[in-house]
């Protein structure tokens, strides 16, 4: 595998309101630092990641702003004084007494590129929460470490490491209904107003990422793999944890995902049970329902289970008219679009306030996770692509590479540089574009058709077919030379006559 | 602990692929159709979709004229298995299943225009199972009786695989003669490779069919077929077991593998890692709130502008250029080495054999 030297930069400015000034400031305000980290990936990949921290002193118009009431307002207040580029954080340190954050939380992270954090305890404490917030806010060792991970040696990172989705230039979102028992309910959903209304939002602020296109489908009579068992304590049915991963495949035949595009497909199901089996739900492992009913499987998709009430009375007339709760239902599968992504809210410190970001889906910062591993594993791609083309090349040692092949190889090693030195410069946005050009051309380079080893002949191959057409003709050929050699020969041992 | 321990010996990968090939063509060779496609059977009965198979015939033996049951292949005699079914996805067929159309496969060097069933869409987690069957010999597979593919060539598409990790881990099963030659030059990782022959033995056809006129199986693929036809979604049945399948007493010639390139232990990969698909599902504990009350929104994405014009077939030759097109100079380049050196010396001799004086003659 190919070397290679990641730099990333994130520009990060603390802003201290006048009250929360720690006393133990090395410099008075404003002043610079940096904090350089490296991560060692393997002998021949490292990333340092370098957050240029700028100290300063709130402005007034941001004094103003922190004046708002709660942390939300503050945070939206904020957002309209903030440097817009992405990849960049500014934290606020508001004093210690502040009504701002709740107790016992010191830390709020808000839905744009903002954190607010208590003041207190001086400024080793204060550098060590900062520590933690830009982990939460931008990248992570492990985060990175995921992104390489075709670099990183096997056992470091386990086998449920590498199950977000992969970066790619495009996804194909599709949204299948389900509905094995028509004759006993007939389902409507409004699968377009839901789209436009819940799904669009998070969708356009992806398309920085990668371009989305979003289809759905009615399926009839496509029944789940499994028999669901009858609880009688609950008096429903139960699907178990382990009897899940066979419940995908025989609905996937019918998914007709391979009439689907190119780019990485993410199927998201809602499965309204039949009437014989409602309702149904999901057991977790430890045999509780749970409250979702629904799971997800890595880079494939998500289904729901969305039961029915019984009809009121036994006598009414069948198929009953199913409206279904669109939002409740794309909570779900959101939730699972951003699971499937990488972006989860897990792994949190206990003092740590996360906004949620509401109908947009993602947080500013959250995107800039994205972006940060996205970029570092195209580069990495484009790096280990370019270099295996050239062992191709050095291997077949007549392959042609036609010019439009060099082209992409040349655009491809520019673009890469050039998001290298973006990366190195904190110029996060410039530095994604620039890496997704790099790996359109260098995908574009190595799997052209034209470089199939087949077509060009290894050496035996060429003797193969040369010797027997060469070597009876070779015969008087090399006779004749001999005949020649040894008249040469006795022409130098006697002199020729001379008349 | 116990969940550490299985996520130790668990496969990391998220999906499942099967290129299902067949290289033979004629009616005589009704077996090697038969056994792809009892491999392609259990493949789908045990979850892997059509979307994820590529099986590639070199001929069509259900509806050969020669066939006496048209629309069947069968696997067992007296007809009691018809493989071929009615949901047969056939991706390659006839005389496109070449070796330069298998190694575009495999190695994703395919032309833009390719259809998407006819491709292998795999990546880094995907686990890949290739099965090949035909007339091999030692150290090549024959191809449509006019081709060969060599085991040089198989070993450098893989590691153009791993390059590109287009696999995670990939299972090969060769049934032909002196299999065992077609993976001794495997050098790529996390590959595992079963054979039905070793080098210098020949791979036996199973029973004939007195109705059909044809030998229907291969004994090797015959017997795994029965193995696998006992596995379902949820064994825990793995790969040491597949390895005693046809021991030389039921097979004459010798079954083979190889799993030194493989990096977990034959006996914890489980065959539903390849045969089957069964995917890692996770439980979905959290939602996002959404704000019901939020009105439609309006896109920033430019919408797709629908389209007000007759609808005309593109042009897709640009006829006019070809035909007024000028050929194109071919720069000449002198002859360079061998063919240089040949010409050096055969003129050489043929002038100091007869002689400069007869050149007058000649020309």
């Known amino acids: 595998a190919a070397s290679a030297q990641f730099q990333l930069a994130v520009p990060l400015a603390v802003a201290f309101t006048p009250r929360s000034v720690p006393g133990d400031l090395p410099r008075p305000l404003p002043f610079r630092d940096a904090q350089e980290m490296d991560i060692a990936v393997n002998q021949r990949t490292t990333v340092r990641s370098r957050y240029e921290l700028l100290y300063r002193s709130t402005t007034a118009r941001e004094d103003a702003a922190l004046d708002a009431a709660t942390a939300r307002d503050a945070d939206a207040a904020l957002h309209l004084l903030q440097d817009p580029s992405l990849g960049s954080l500014t934290v606020y340190v508001v004093p210690e007494t502040s009504s701002l954050l709740p107790q016992g939380i010191s830390v709020y992270v808000g839905q744009h590129r903002s954190a607010l954090v208590r003041a207190g305890g001086g400024f080793a404490a204060l550098r060590a929460r900062l520590a933690q917030l830009t982990q939460v806010m931008s990248f992570t060792a492990t985060s990175i470490a995921a992104a390489l991970s075709d670099r990183v040696p096997d056992g470091q990172l386990g086998p449920d490491a590498r199950r977000h989705l992969k970066s790619s230039l495009g996804y194909e979102i599709t949204f299948s209904l389900l509905n094995p028992d028509p004759k006993s309910h007939a389902v409507d959903w409004d699968i377009e107003d839901a789209v436009n209304r819940y799904v669009q939002p998070i969708l356009d602020k992806l398309s920085l990422v990668a371009n989305f296109s979003v289809d759905s489908q009615i399926l009839y009579y496509a029944v789940l793999g499994v028999t669901p068992r009858f609880d009688k304590a609950s008096s429903s049915f139960l699907l178990s944890a382990h009897s ?117 889906g993602l947080a500013d910062w959250e ?133 | 602990f116990q969940d550490q321990a299985e996520q130790f010996f668990r496969s990391g990968h998220t999906n499942n692929w099967a290129v299902l090939v067949c290289t033979s063509r004629f009616w005589f060779n009704y077996r090697h159709v038969a056994n792809t496609l009892s491999v392609y059977r259990s493949v789908k009965r045990l979850g892997i979709p059509d979307s994820h198979i590529v099986l590639m015939l070199a001929d069509d033996m259900a509806c050969n004229p020669r066939n006496p049951k048209p629309a069947t292949v069968f696997s067992h005699k007296n007809m009691e298995l018809n493989v071929y079914g009615d949901d047969v996805e056939v ?165 083979g593998h190889r799993t030194d390139l493989f990096q977990r ?53 640009p006829v006019a250029q070809i035909i007024h097109q000028k050929p194109k100079q071919k720069d000449w380049h002198p002859p360079g080495g061998f063919i240089l050196g040949l010409w050096a010396l055969i003129i050489m001799v043929f002038f100091k054999t007869y002689g400069i004086k007869h050149m007058k003659h000649i020309f």
Not at chain 1, 301 to 322: D, K, R
Not at chain 2, 267 to 293: N, P, Q
């Open chain 1, 244 to 360: 899940l991963p066979h419940v995908i495949n025989p609905v996937e035949a019918r998914l007709g995902s391979s009439a689907a595009s190119l780019y990485p497909v993410l199927n998201f199901l809602l499965y309204v049970p039949e009437r014989s089996h409602s309702p149904l739900y999901i057991q977790d492992k430890d045999g509780a329902p749970v409250s979702t009913n629904a799971f997800h499987s890595p880079r494939w998709g998500g289904i729901m289970v969305y039961n029915v009430e019984a009809p009121a009375s036994p006598h009414t007339s069948l198929p009953l008219h199913v409206d279904v709760d669109m939002a409740r239902v794309m909570e779900v599968f959101l939730a699972q679009l951003r699971l499937l992504f990488g972006l989860s809210r897990e792994e949190l410190p206990p003092e740590f306030l996360v906004e949620s970001p509401g109908n947009e």
């Open chain 2, 265 to 317: 232990d034959p006996r914890s990969v489980l065959i539903t890692d390849f045969f089957g698909s069964v995917r890692k599902v996770e439980i979905t504990t959290e939602t996002i709130s959404l704000d019901r009350d939020v009105a439609g929104f309006e896109s920033k994405l430019p919408k797709d502008e629908l389209a007000t014009e007759p609808l005309k077939y593109a042009e897709q030759l």
């Open chain 2, 91 to 255: 991706d390659y067929r006839s005389y496109e299943v070449t070796v330069e159309n298998f190694l575009r496969v495999l190695t994703g060097r395919i032309p833009p225009s390719t259809s998407r069933s006819k491709r292998l869409l795999s990546d880094d987690r995907s686990n890949i199972l290739i099965y090949m069957t035909g007339h091999g010999g030692n150290g090549f597979l024959k191809f449509q009786d006019s081709e060969e593919i060599t085991n040089v060539e198989l070993a450098d598409a893989f590691e153009q695989m791993w390059q590109k990790r287009r696999y995670n881990e990939l299972l090969f099963i060769i049934d032909t003669c002196q299999g065992a030659s077609m993976y001794e030059r495997f050098y790529s990782p996390n590959i595992m490779a079963l054979a039905s022959s070793q080098v210098g033995e020949d791979s036996l056809s199973h029973q004939p069919d007195l109705g059909i006129g044809v030998h229907l199986m291969d004994r090797y693929t015959f017997y795994v077929l029965e193995f696998l036809e006992e596995i379902h979604p949820a064994s825990q049945t793995n790969m040491n077991d597949l390895f005693q399948v046809c021991p030389k007493s039921l097979c004459v010639s010798t079954p």
């Open chain 1, 367 to 499: 995107l800039d996770r994205l972006l940060w591993a996205h970029t570092v594993e195209n580069i990495a791609t484009v790096s280990t692509t370019l270099t295996s083309l050239a062992q191709l090349l050095d291997k077949i040692g007549n392959i042609v590479i036609k010019d439009d092949v060099a082209s992409e190889v040349y655009q491809a090693v520019a673009s890469a540089q050039s998001a290298m030195a973006e990366l190195a410069t904190g110029h996060l946005h410039s530095a994604f574009q620039a890496s997704k050009e790099a790996v359109t051309s260098s995908e574009r380079a190595f799997f052209d058709p034209s470089l199939l080893h087949l077509l060009y002949f290894p050496d035996d191959q060429k003797f193969a077919i040369y010797i027997p057409l060469f070597l009876p003709m070779a015969v008087p050929i090399l006779l004749s030379l001999a005949k020649m050699v040894r008249e040469a020969r006795q022409h130098k041992k006697e002199p020729t006559k001379m008349d």
